[in-house]
């Protein structure tokens, strides 16, 4: 058995306080407790404690500050079970601590995983480029269940999804203004995939969008392609130019016919 000799409040957190007992050699920190804590168990000053009380304070304590620090880790946004439980883990609290934290936020309503999945979907599609992909494996990542998943994201009906794709094909159709339609297309198409569209959506996308192309546009960027083309394989004469000139031209996506257009252009220079 020990006793309490004093307690003291915390200089920098006023609502921990500093146990201080005697173990039979005299008074000496023993530990800090939740204010919560110290209330639930009636620790005062003279009041005993045995080894299993002392454990018993000492595991409630850790579930006071692992909810805590999950209470302020909740206040800046919404987040799932899993990312509140490695926050927690990274505190180094109790995995017994954490699980019995987890299972009062999910009945206080702090943590819903479904509700969390709805709200971030509608962000999502409000503020973002994202596409259905990238969406649901943020989702997956942040430890949301498959059925909430799914159901959070009939919010992005497919026609939403195609006027997204399709918009974002004509915004960036235009940094790709030098290369042949066929590139354009093919770098529309990688770009579209990387943010997470789907086939579908793509294929609606590179048909429909207006990339404001004209027959001027397209000899404008076999001009750029062949003067870089040329300069590369000036040295050459003949037919060794003319073959490494059609080769360099048709791997960039122009037709054989505006790439012998382009040649006939330079000879008459």
Do not use: C, W
Not at 32 to 46: M, P, Q, R, T, Y
Not at 72 to 91: C, D, F, N, P, S
Request: aromatic share 10%.
């Amino acid at each position: 058995m020990a006793i309490i000799t004093k307690i003291t409040t915390q200089k920098r957190d006023t609502g921990r306080y500093n146990i201080y007992m005697d173990f039979g050699k005299g008074e000496e920190f023993a530990f800090s407790a939740d204010e919560a804590v110290i209330v639930k168990f009636h620790l005062k000053k003279g009041l005993e404690l045995d080894e299993f009380a002392l454990a018993e304070v000492g595991y409630h304590d850790e579930i006071r500050k692992a909810y805590n620090s999950a209470i302020a880790y909740l206040a800046h946004k919404m987040r799932t079970e899993k990312e509140v439980r490695g926050h927690l883990k990274e505190k180094k609290l109790e995995e017994a601590a954490i699980d019995e934290v987890i299972i009062r936020l999910l009945d206080q309503g702090y943590l819903n995983d479904k509700e969390y999945a709805d709200a971030y979907v509608r962000t999502q599609i409000s503020t973002t480029d994202k596409g259905v992909y990238t969406v649901k494996m943020e989702l997956k990542e942040r430890g949301v269940a498959e059925p909430f998943i799914e159901e959070a994201l009939k919010q992005y009906t497919p026609e939403e999804q195609f006027e997204k794709a399709k918009d974002l094909a004509e915004k960036y159709a235009r940094k790709y203004s030098a290369e042949s339609e066929r590139v354009l297309k093919q770098k529309l198409d990688a770009m579209l995939r990387r943010k997470g569209y789907q086939t579908d959506a793509i294929q609606f996308a590179l048909k429909e969008a207006d990339f404001g192309r004209e027959e001027e546009d397209e000899l404008e960027a076999i001009r750029i392609q062949g003067d870089k083309a040329h300069r590369k394989h000036s040295k050459l004469s003949g037919y060794a130019y003319e073959r490494k000139m059609k080769e360099t031209l048709f791997r960039k996506g122009f037709p054989i016919e505006l790439i012998d257009r382009y040649l006939e252009s330079r000879e008459e220079e």
